[in-house]
C-alpha cells in the first residue's frame, strides 16, 4: 500500500468519526424580546420536535420570528419561557459556557451572507472553526482540508473569500459549520445571497447531510424554490406555527416519518457548479 493511499485512509477514518444523532425539542418556547405591559412575542408558544435526518424548511415573511427562533434553537438566544431540551437537557436553563460548549460540540451555524474573515483563506476560515474545538497541529490543517474537499473545494483552500463565488463561499461556510461533526445543522437563509443553481447545489448538499449522515438540517427561508428538497416544512406567522407538513414526495416523506436513511447518493456526488 503506497503511502499516499495509507494516509488518506487514515484521513477518511478520521472523518468518520461517529456522532451521536439526537432530536431536538422546543416546548411551549415564547420569546419576547422586551419585558413591560406592551411586550411583543417575536415567538409565540411555539412547540416543535426535530428529528436525526430530517431536512425541514422554516418559512414565514419576514418579522415572522424565523432568525429568533433558529437562534433559540441554536442555543444562542434564551427563551422568555418554555423549554428546549437537547440529548435530555434544558439548554435554555444552561449556564453561557455549558450553552457555548453545546453550541460547539453539537451544532453547525451557516448565515446568509458566509460570515467569513475576509483576511483569512478558505482553509484558514475552517481552521479556526476547529482550533475552537482543540483540534490543533496538522490534524487541524488536514481536516480543514477534508472538509473543504467534501465541498468540492480542494483547489480553493489558500483562496481569500473574495475570489470565490456566492455559491463557494457558502460552501467554506458549510465545511466551516461540520468541523463540529455537529448533530444539528442551522441555516439562516443561506441561499438568498445566491443564483438559484447555487441554491440548488447548496440544497443539495443539506439534503445529503440529512439523508445520508443523519444530520437533522434547519433551513430558514422565504424561497419557495427550496421546498422541493425538504421533508418538511414548518410555516411560522406572528411568532407562531402556522402549519406543519411532511412533503410530497413519497421518499422524503417516509424519510420523515420512519426517520429512514435514504441512499440517494454518495455525499461525494454532488453536483457542484464552478
Ligand atoms: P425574521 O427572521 O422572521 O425576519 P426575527 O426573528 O428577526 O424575524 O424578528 C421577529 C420580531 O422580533 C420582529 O418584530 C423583530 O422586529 C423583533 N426583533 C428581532 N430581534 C430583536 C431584538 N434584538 N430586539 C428587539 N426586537 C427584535
Ligand atoms: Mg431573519
Not at 22 to 37: D, I
Not at 245 to 258: D, F, G, I, K, Q
Amino acid at each position: 500500500m503506497s503511502l499516499t493511499s495509507l494516509a488518506r485512509k487514515v484521513r477518511e477514518r478520521r472523518v468518520d468519526v461517529p456522532f451521536i444523532p439526537v432530536a431536538l425539542a422546543l416546548e411551549s418556547v415564547t420569546k419576547q424580546y422586551e419585558s413591560g405591559p406592551n411586550a411583543v412575542a417575536a415567538v409565540s408558544d411555539v412547540t416543535l420536535e426535530i428529528r436525526p435526518g430530517e431536512l425541514i424548511a422554516l418559512m414565514g415573511p419576514s418579522g415572522s420570528g424565523k432568525t429568533t427562533l433558529l437562534s433559540i434553537m441554536g442555543g444562542i438566544l434564551r427563551p422568555t419561557s418554555g423549554r428546549v431540551i437537547f440529548c435530555g437537557a434544558d439548554i435554555g436553563q444552561m449556564t453561557e459556557e455549558d450553552r457555548s460548549r453545546v453550541r460547539l460540540g453539537h451544532i453547525g451555524f451557516v448565515f446568509q451572507h458566509y460570515n467569513l474573515f475576509p483576511a483569512l483563506t478558505a482553509r484558514e476560515n475552517v481552521e479556526i472553526a476547529l482550533d475552537l474545538r482543540g483540534v490543533t497541529g496538522r490534524s487541524r490543517r488536514e481536516q480543514a482540508d477534508e472538509l473543504l474537499e467534501q465541498m468540492e473545494l480542494g483547489d480553493k483552500v489558500d483562496v481569500y473569500p473574495a475570489d470565490l463565488s456566492g455559491g463557494q463561499r457558502q460552501r467554506v461556510a458549510i465545511a466551516r459549520a461540520l468541523a463540529g461533526t455537529p448533530s444539528i445543522i442551522l441555516a439562516d437563509e443561506p441561499t438568498a445571497a445566491l443564483d438559484s443553481q447555487n441554491g440548488r447545489v447548496i440544497m443539495t448538499i443539506f439534503r445529503a447531510l440529512a439523508h445520508e449522515r443523519q444530520r437533522a438540517i434547519v433551513v430558514v427561508t422565504h424561497d419557495n424554490r427550496i421546498i422541493d428538497f425538504v421533508d418538511r416544512t414548518v410555516a411560522i406567522e406572528d411568532g407562531r406555527i402556522k402549519s406543519d407538513t411532511v412533503a410530497r414526495s413519497p421518499e422524503a416523506s417516509a424519510a420523515s416519518l420512519n426517520g429512514e436513511i435514504i441512499r440517494s447518493r454518495r455525499v461525494r456526488d454532488w453536483a457542484v457548479a464552478p
